[in-house]
């Protein structure tokens, strides 16, 4: 069994694979020794953003095999990237994994993170690139931090997000979240033109509410990235 383990600046997250399926998630590094006690893990792979040395002492001495993801390791894509160093590993893991579902199709990742990050795929298997905006808690920030007077605003107070805000609260609202499902529509419509048709996914901690909201088919994610460095990792193993 496989273990692959984003290692972020705030979160931890680890996912247990029996080849490619996903067998149980923990989102938490609390929950990570329960996953090493219940499972058979033989191989590991960690993306590292944050300083964190714990996790990979405690796999060493349990002899699990750990491989890190860095630029020497061989990708099931080609990435097209002009700055590859620049690429958060994050990106590529799920656009790997988004690929893996589609393969030779071209494909579409969004991922409705800190930024929201767009990732394109074309149908020979290649990363050609994307793009990188705020994400919706940054915008929240953002009006708040550069302005006098507009409040920060907890988008989970609103059920609803109405075109035309009735307060100041709600039109920063608005202006936020219809405005990012604005964006990220006319992105798609604008990949969609180019490739003829592409399939696209979502992942990241705003997606459940920007898949329901957007007009266009998309299939959510949340483990993607997760499924893209177990991909990598048997990828590696071959």
């Excluded at 002492?57 to 860095?70: E, P, T, Y």
């Excluded at 630029?71 to 080609?78: F, H, M, V």
């Excluded at 307060?167 to 604005?182: E, F, L, P, Q, W």
Aim: glycine share 8%.
């Amino acid at each position: 069994m496989n273990l692959a383990i984003d290692i972020g600046n705030t979160n931890i997250k680890a996912a247990v694979f029996n080849g490619e399926g996903l067998i149980e998630v923990c989102l938490q590094q609390a929950e990570l020794n329960g996953l090493l006690s219940k499972y058979p893990i033989e191989n590991a792979i960690i993306s590292k953003t944050g300083d964190n040395t714990e996790i990979e002492h405690r796999l060493k001495g349990m002899d699990i095999k750990v491989v890190h993801l860095n630029k020497e390791l061989s990708l099931p894509i080609e990435i097209l990237y002009k700055t590859p160093h620049t690429l958060g590993a994050d990106r590529v893991a799920g656009s790997i994994a988004a690929n893996a579902e589609f393969r030779s199709q071209p494909v579409l990742k969004i991922d409705f993170g800190t930024c929201i990050t767009y990732d394109v795929i074309n149908a020979d298997n290649q990363y050609l690139g994307g793009a990188i905006s705020p994400g919706m808690m940054m915008r929240f920030k953002a009006l708040n931090s550069y302005t006098a007077k507009l409040p920060l605003i907890d988008p989970m107070q609103f059920t609803q997000y109405e075109l035309t805000g009735s307060d100041t609260a709600s039109s920063i609202a608005s202006g936020v979240v219809n405005g990012i499902k604005n964006e990220v529509e006319g992105i798609i419509n604008d990949y969609n033109q180019r490739f003829g048709s592409l399939k696209v996914l979502a992942t990241g901690g705003d997606c459940g509410l920007f898949v329901t909201l957007i007009k266009s088919e998309i299939f959510a994610r949340p483990y993607l990235v997760l499924q893209g460095l177990n991909h990598i990792l048997n990828h590696n193993l071959k």
